[in-house]
């Protein structure tokens, strides 16, 4: 893509504008985190000038250290470079507020009028798709981060810690990032940062927040606004997850999602695959909110809409708030809306907490942040931890009935023929599943004929 170099900077740019263009990535951010980067990096960097490459890059690199996704949390970076604390909270919220009210519709769609048969069929062909995403999930972080004898024994031994052992992910997580730490010291070379998103190959003329902009002051670190800062982001979930619990008890359904979930934003190091075994322990086998099955359904919801793909935790929320029906048997669409969005608000805080709170540190040092040598031991423990989520999958899409059922020959089809257009044709998600689904709609009338 050829650029024309812009050789005066914008002008000084409204809230009322960035407003507008939040609000507007919030519904065509598609793609995942890689597609989302590059859409903002287009938008912002490229045509509109709002702020410069290396800028960009800087809090980008800050973005990939935290847990979280790291899309929606750039996002609030340059919305609150821009316009303060509120512009990086309206940056972050627009960033998915348009998926949740889409999720929680195409959950009530699913959990309503989910059997029937047309839409049986269009899972029934979108679950192998979606299995065959893991796998090509697992091979792209694989990819990136194994490069090196070390960092594939961690992988090796991940997988094993939760598909055999199935010891918790926390403990995983932690133990991967012990290693690297002491890895990095022992063996620096291996653990160094092997990725990250390089420097700036080119100019495109002035920006808004150039390379040389000076730090705007509501950016510049000090103690007494980190505290307040700490102070309000604590309360705020302390209100929360207390008004909740006065309310309804600390054991009730919606408490237990705001605890869950807040643990659970604090596991996604390395992208949302990393966290889902998390959330299928706690919410499948643990509190029982979902099945096995419906968490697969929800993970393919998320992947067709826009913004992250952790936003499948809020079908997670609805189907657990539908299923133990919170507000009664007559109040079920309220019950999966209301704890669709207490797992949206309590998954998400955390981000605004990371990017408020450190962001004007960071904005002090414009130094170029790397992966630490702890970070690339936990990546290389989310690959084989990926690995199993897509054993488990293949498992409950092949076997549905358990070992000793039938094998379904028509799911393993669509499933390698969704991995053979992921890898070998380089296909996009949203193609891939929207034709995995016609084919298992497809299938759900023609069986009749031909049996």
């Given at each position: 893509?050829?650029t024309?170099?812009?050789?005066t900077?914008?002008?000084?740019?409204?809230?009322?504008?960035?407003?507008?263009?939040?609000?507007?990535?919030?519904?065509?951010?598609?793609?995942?985190?890689?597609?989302?980067?590059?859409?903002?990096?287009e938008?912002?960097?490229?045509?509109?000038?709002?702020?410069?490459?290396?800028?960009?890059?800087?809090?980008?690199?800050?973005?990939?250290?935290?847990?979280?996704?790291?899309?929606?949390?750039?996002a609030?970076?340059?919305?609150?470079?821009?316009?303060?604390?509120?512009?990086?909270?309206?940056?972050?919220?627009?960033?998915?507020?348009?998926?949740?009210?889409?999720?929680?519709?195409?959950?009530?769609v699913?959990?309503?009028?989910?059997?029937?048969?047309?839409?049986?069929?269009?899972?029934?062909?979108?679950?192998?798709?979606?299995?065959?995403?893991?796998?090509?999930?697992?091979?792209?972080?694989?990819?990136?981060?194994?490069?090196?004898?070390?960092?594939?024994?961690?992988?090796?031994?991940?997988?094993?810690?939760?598909?055999?052992l199935?010891?918790?992910?926390?403990?995983?997580?932690?133990?991967a990032?012990?290693?690297?730490?002491v890895?990095?010291?022992?063996?620096?070379?291996?653990?160094s940062?092997?990725?990250?998103?390089?420097?700036?190959?080119?100019?495109?003329?002035?920006?808004?927040?150039?390379?040389?902009?000076?730090?705007?002051e509501?950016?510049l670190?000090?103690?007494?606004?980190?505290?307040?800062?700490?102070?309000?982001?604590?309360?705020l979930?302390?209100?929360?997850?207390?008004?909740?619990?006065?309310?309804?008890g600390?054991?009730?359904?919606?408490?237990?999602?705001?605890?869950?979930?807040?643990?659970?934003?604090?596991?996604?190091?390395?992208?949302?695959?990393?966290?889902?075994?998390?959330?299928?322990?706690?919410?499948?086998?643990?509190?029982?909110?979902?099945?096995?099955a419906?968490?697969?359904d929800g993970?393919?919801?998320?992947?067709?809409?826009?913004?992250?793909?952790?936003?499948?935790?809020?079908?997670?929320?609805?189907?657990?708030g539908?299923?133990?029906?919170?507000?009664?048997?007559?109040?079920?669409?309220?019950?999966?809306?209301?704890?669709?969005?207490?797992?949206?608000f309590?998954?998400?805080?955390?981000?605004?907490?990371?990017?408020?709170?450190?962001?004007?540190?960071?904005?002090?040092?414009?130094?170029?942040?790397?992966?630490?040598?702890?970070l690339?031991?936990?990546?290389?423990?989310?690959?084989g931890?990926?690995?199993?989520?897509?054993?488990?999958?293949?498992?409950?899409?092949l076997?549905?009935?358990?070992?000793?059922g039938?094998?379904?020959?028509?799911?393993?089809?669509?499933?390698?023929?969704?991995?053979?257009?992921?890898?070998?044709?380089?296909?996009?998600?949203?193609?891939?599943?929207?034709?995995?689904?016609?084919?298992?709609?497809?299938?759900?009338?023609?069986?009749?004929?031909?049996?």
């Amino acid at each position: 893509m050829t650029t024309t170099a812009i050789t005066t900077a914008p002008e000084r740019l409204s809230f009322g504008e960035a407003l507008l263009y939040w609000l507007r990535l919030g519904f065509i951010s598609f793609g995942g985190p890689a597609g989302q980067i590059a859409l903002m990096h287009e938008d912002l960097v490229e045509r509109r000038r709002w702020i410069s490459e290396s800028r960009f890059l800087h809090a980008l690199n800050y973005c990939m250290l935290l847990p979280g996704p790291e899309a929606q949390q750039l996002a609030t970076y340059i919305g609150w470079l821009m316009h303060r604390t509120w512009g990086g909270i309206v940056a972050g919220v627009l960033f998915v507020l348009p998926s949740l009210f889409i999720l929680i519709g195409l959950s009530w769609v699913y959990m309503a009028h989910g059997d029937v048969p047309a839409i049986a069929g269009l899972f029934y062909g979108i679950k192998p798709a979606v299995t065959a995403l893991v796998v090509h999930a697992a091979w792209r972080v694989g990819s990136r981060t194994l490069k090196n004898a070390w960092l594939w024994g961690i992988a090796v031994a991940a997988f094993v810690a939760i598909f055999a052992l199935q010891l918790p992910f926390p403990l995983i997580v932690l133990a991967a990032g012990v290693i690297g730490y002491v890895g990095g010291r022992v063996a620096p070379a291996r653990f160094s940062a092997g990725g990250g998103h390089g420097k700036p190959v080119h100019t495109l003329g002035p920006a808004l927040i150039d390379d040389h902009t000076p730090t705007p002051e509501h950016a510049l670190f000090s103690w007494r606004r980190f505290s307040r800062v700490l102070a309000a982001c604590l309360s705020l979930w302390a209100a929360g997850i207390g008004s909740l619990t006065a309310l309804y008890g600390w054991d009730a359904v919606l408490t237990q999602m705001a605890w869950f979930f807040t643990k659970a934003a604090l596991m996604t190091f390395g992208g949302a695959y990393a966290v889902l075994p998390y959330v299928f322990q706690g919410a499948v086998e643990h509190h029982q909110w979902l099945t096995a099955a419906q968490m697969i359904d929800g993970l393919a919801l998320g992947e067709t809409t826009p913004g992250p793909l952790i936003m499948v935790v809020s079908f997670v929320g609805y189907v657990g708030g539908w299923t133990k029906a919170i507000f009664g048997p007559d109040a079920l669409f309220l019950s999966g809306a209301v704890a669709a969005t207490v797992v949206t608000f309590f998954t998400f805080l955390p981000s605004f907490f990371f990017i408020l709170l450190g962001a004007p540190f960071i904005e002090s040092t414009h130094g170029k942040l790397g992966f630490t040598a702890p970070l690339t031991g936990i990546t290389a423990a989310v690959v084989g931890v990926i690995v199993n989520l897509a054993v488990f999958f293949a498992y409950h899409v092949l076997w549905p009935l358990g070992l000793s059922g039938r094998f379904e020959w028509a799911s393993a089809l669509i499933g390698l023929a969704a991995a053979a257009a992921l890898f070998r044709f380089k296909i996009g998600v949203i193609p891939v599943i929207l034709a995995s689904g016609l084919a298992g709609l497809a299938l759900t009338f023609l069986r009749p004929l031909l049996t």
